[in-house]
């Protein structure tokens, strides 16, 4: 009978406390109060997000992590990674388990709309292609009739895959897995002929094969695929600094403020740049920040084309150009409204 | 004071109990109120959770189980396209997970039942072989068993194109590493016809064993029933075959392009599973196997010889039926086991119920708490149904005590 009393009174306890789990609209009051950001990134995809030698987690996506700490706190440190699967990503966003989801995600109306979560920009501008084997002699996606693919689950990539086959007329064999390395230890082991994710993706997990050299990637670019960073729905401030703390970097390098130079530019007299480092305008406290919110963005993590060429560009193994990621006044889609 | 007045008072007429002091009668009222918390605290869960979805702009409901799934899927036993719903890819999740399961709950029987004898073999080689194989495979966990077997089976199988096939050829059998090429039995006109004639053999099968089983009680006389119906089940579909005038051909595979195109294909996936899904639940079995022989006492046998009976008859009369009563219990757990295993598949990217329904479907929708409700009520449905089945066996095969 004891028993039962006791069960009774835990499941009634335990009803008040469901009722008490509604998630908090305040993003930046807990950031915060715990003392650094939490964010989701990859499992793993060089130049984007991924552990280096030392350990720490550097990329494009781990970058914009980085800002968002700069911003907040005034140091790029303050952030802890949840290394996330393509299938996992959302859930913890929603559930509050991360404060920012910054993993190579594509911006799609559905996701935007339906998953009450908000697009806070794109940060580097994707498609979706196609990587084979050299000895397969194949130089275009419309050869790949009646090839097995190898896919991730949770993506776009596995829709626009089924869509560009469909309007082809061709046939294909999905192979389908959960997560990144069991994907690419498949297409390592010859299960699949084709590998097909982003662009980007396929430059960085050729890296990682048994011989990169005897693969390449296929010329056609199936979709777009804006990659960027997601915050949850129903908090604007939050939303606001991640989305400006991108743009800010994205006026950075229009303005030619580098990391290297901030602190000499803190002396301009370009109101533009005073603006951005905080010397006019009370900008920073309009978002729950300090004014030099910008200035230790890029003090830290750098600007947007120092942050791109120190994970993906000319120098580093992926040696990704700029192209569509140029900024918009030298032909590119990078493209920021103005700080003002 | 009031209270004591009370309790005199009801001492004074013993036949009639304060409701409060009658076990009966409380344990009546706990356990309604405990109902209702239990009722209360679901429906309160399931509206908060409604409540929140919709505060955070989560979409809800079922739905999505009308929409197109746009996906594909690499193995379907039921028609599927990328313009089939999300009802339809949750079927062909559910199909698959329940074809791997119930081979592999076959074969885990079969080997398991094996090696639980070979443990009790007086061959030391036979019994110490299947001592190492029952320590080593029950002691690593599945995932890594399943990793091993899906690397193993890739890793020494050559690709379709490097097994120096000719292109277009037709070939009979063929293993490379996108599956095992076997001929397909295509059914043209009238080949129900052989579909029926076996269930006919069967349906007979059976009825010939109880007529057989009778007549012995009654007189005494044996009838050779395996022989009859085996004989039955071979001849008589053979014979419908011939009369039908053949109405069965079949498709080879042939490599074409990337793949071999035709014939009846089982994927390295589906192999891989079903490979370590029966071996590791096979170990246990065989455990279970040996427990039960064990438990029957050696009295009994040698009871059975007392009486004349030979060693074949004897186990197949004393001994296997007590071992049986032994045995079932923890063999159904066994085969839960398996079923619930098989989500594992999500690691060796076989399209089971968890991979496609609550990996892709989960994603493409974003309704996680509805999709793995259902997938949750999936796996308690297919494993409640197991336990019903083998409940009803046991208590088929249960010895009667008189």
Redesign the interface.
Known sequence: ?NN??L??VV??T??AG??AT??SAATLDDVKAKGFVQCGVSTGLAGFSAPNDAGDWSGLDVDLCRGVAAAVFGDAKAVKYSPLS??ER??AL?SGEIDVLSRNTTWTM??D????LNFAGVNYYDGQGFMVRKS?GVNSALQ?????VCVQ???TT??N???YF?ANGMT????????LE?VN??YD???C?VYTTDQSGLYSIRLGLSAPDEHMVLPEVISKEPLGPVV???DDQWFSIVKWVHFAMLNAEEMGVTSANADEMLGSTDPNVMRLLGKEGTFGEAIGLGNDWAYNVIKQVGNYGEVFERNVGASTPLAIGRGVNALWSKGGLQYAPPLR | MAHQEGVTADAGDSSRVSLMNDPKARGLVFQALLIIAVIYLVYSGVTNAIDNLARAGIASGLGFFGERAGFDIGQSFIPYTNDSTYLRAFFVGLLNTMVVAFIGIFFATLIGFVVGLARLSKNYLVQKFATVYVETLRNIPLLLQLLFWYKAVLSILPSPRAGGLEPGAEVVFNLNNRGLYMPRIVPEGGAQLILYAFIVAVVAWILIGRWAKKRQMATGQQFPVFLTGLGLFIFLPLITYLVTGMPLSLEYASLQGFNMVGGWVIQPEFMALLLGLSLYTASFIAEIVRAGILAVSHGQSEAAFALGLRPNLTSRLVVVPQAMRVIIPPLTSQYLNLTKNSSLAVAIGYPDLVSIFGGTVLNQTGQAVEVISITMLVYLTLSLLTSAFMNWFNSSVALVER
């Open positions: 009978m039962k009393i069960s009774a499941g009634i335990a009803v469901l009722g509604a998630a393509a299938k959302f859930t929603q559905s996701r709309t339906q998953l009450g397969l790949l009739s009646g090839a097995s689950t949770g993506t596995e829709l895959l089924t869509d469909k294909y064999n999905p192979v389908v897995f959960e997560k069991e230890a498949a082991a010859n299960r002929d949850r729905q129903g």
